[in-house]
């Protein structure tokens, strides 16, 4: 038999454990790009799982009843508390499962953005518990199936403490309580701090999305704007002190959208972040304030959401956002009875009688009582409906808008 070579043995040694060290690399940035665990530009392809761990009334079919917070109060006036925490229960395991994360892999997307609601990491009441670990058995699930998977994951805090959008998706009260109270800003850097502590050393999360859409334009831009990115400031100041390696996600004012309220970088792995939608989709000009920044600091800049719209709208803009070096995370990726998303599923038999439930005055117990149900059992049973048609074994992909977004149906 052949003698193996000193040098041959040492190559057959090494290689796997740098490989096993190059995937164990954390996504990071260098000058305008993002960096893959292999050391080459990483262009960010995927989508968000909305209305996971932040349910939105538009995709229950509501109206008015359009955030967490009012979505439970309608399901506990229908339900009652036991029922509605093990709804909530049921649904948190039904909505996103392995299933769903296998089929995001195959169809070649790298990674997801995942919205949270700050409560699920305190002891406040949320979606039916007060367990302050709840956000990580649930994070740490999905963290561990894209692991598996070979799928990054993006952190995003959709609703932060007293509310930083001022509308519905930040489950909050109307107006960005969170830019004048101190104390909702320490709660919101303990949350972070709590976050980055517990996955400081996981290569599966490429970074943090501080605060999703800061300042609705309802609100003095003159009069808030000023304090975004010195809050942006003190998070990234105290994660740092846990957590070097992840990068910190920055949104734009106005819905993600404004980047004037950023000056000079402040820290060595930031991406900035904002969000478009039923805009022109061929023509520069529309990312244009976006380029200008990512050039003039040298900083990379991604869309953390879009969508919503038809395959010809998702296929253009798409092709824009990568003809300038743009990632991107498509919104949604699940939503009921809907082609312009990832996914689809139907509706449940009798579910109509909850979206007209929802539409009723309810301002004080007179009027809820008169708005009750007559049989609140086949209320239940279109509930437990709709968690059985939105397991991924009930979902219908959308083929033409997944072929849109240049991927493929598994």
């Known amino acids: 038999m052949k003698k193996i070579s000193l040098k041959v043995l040492l190559l057959t040694l090494l290689v796997p454990a ?3 060290a190059q995937t164990g690399a954390f996504i990071t940035v260098k000058g305008k790009e993002v960096i893959g665990a292999d050391g080459k530009p990483f262009l ?20 008015s009843v359009n955030s967490p917070r009012l979505i439970n109060e309608a399901l506990l006036e229908l339900l009652g508390p036991e029922e509605t925490t093990t709804f909530w229960k049921k649904y948190q395991d039904s909505y996103i499962t392995a299933a769903d994360i296998h089929f995001l892999k195959a169809s070649g997307m790298n990674s997801i953005r995942i919205p949270f609601n700050y409560r699920l990491f305190t002891g406040e009441n949320y979606m039916g518990q007060n367990n302050a670990d709840r956000g990580f058995e649930l994070l ?6 894209c692991k598996q998977e070979g799928l990054y994951v993006l952190l995003d805090m959709h609703c932060a403490p007293g509310g930083q959008t001022g509308d519905n998706i930040d489950d909050g009260y109307g107006y960005p309580f969170l830019f004048k109270s101190p104390a909702m800003q320490q709660q919101a850097i303990a949350v972070w701090q709590r976050i980055a502590t517990h996955y400081a050393n ?37 994660i740092r002190t846990v957590d070097k390696n992840h990068i910190m996600f920055l949104g734009g004012a106005q819905w993600d959208g404004n980047f004037s309220a950023f000056g000079q970088p402040f820290d060595s792995k930031l991406v900035y972040t904002f969000h478009l939608y039923w805009t022109k989709t061929t023509t520069k000009e529309i990312i244009q304030q976006y380029t200008t920044f990512r050039d003039k600091y ?10 919503e719209n038809n395959d010809e709208w998702v296929a253009g803009f798409r092709k824009t956002l990568e003809e300038n070096n743009i990632g991107w995370h498509y919104w949604p990726y699940k939503k009921m009875d809907n082609t312009a998303g990832i996914i689809t ?3 449940p038999a009798g579910y109509d009688k909850i979206i007209d439930y929802t539409e009723m005055p309810r301002a004080d117990f007179a009027a809820i009582r008169k708005a009750a149900p007559a049989d609140r059992e086949e209320i239940k049973k279109a509930l437990y409906g709709f968690l059985n048609n939105c397991k991924f074994e009930n979902c219908r ?6 072929e849109a977004l240049g991927l493929k149906v598994p």
């Open 298 to 307: 040298n900083v990379p800049v991604y869309c953390g959401e879009t969508g």
């Open 345 to 347: 599923f139907d509706v």
């Open 397 to 402: 992909p959308n083929k033409g808008y997944i």
């Open 18 to 20: 740098l490989l096993k």
């Open 202 to 238: 996981e290569t599966t999360v490429m970074g943090y999305d501080l605060l999703n859409e800061p300042i609705a334009t309802y609100f003095n831009k003159d009069e808030f704007n000023p304090s975004l990115e010195p809050l942006y400031k003190a998070i990234t100041a105290a």
């Open 140 to 145: 740490d699930r999905v963290i561990g199936w």
């Open 44 to 63: 960010i392809r995927g989508t968000n799982l909305g209305n996971w761990l932040v349910p939105e009334g538009y995709m229950f079919k509501f109206k």
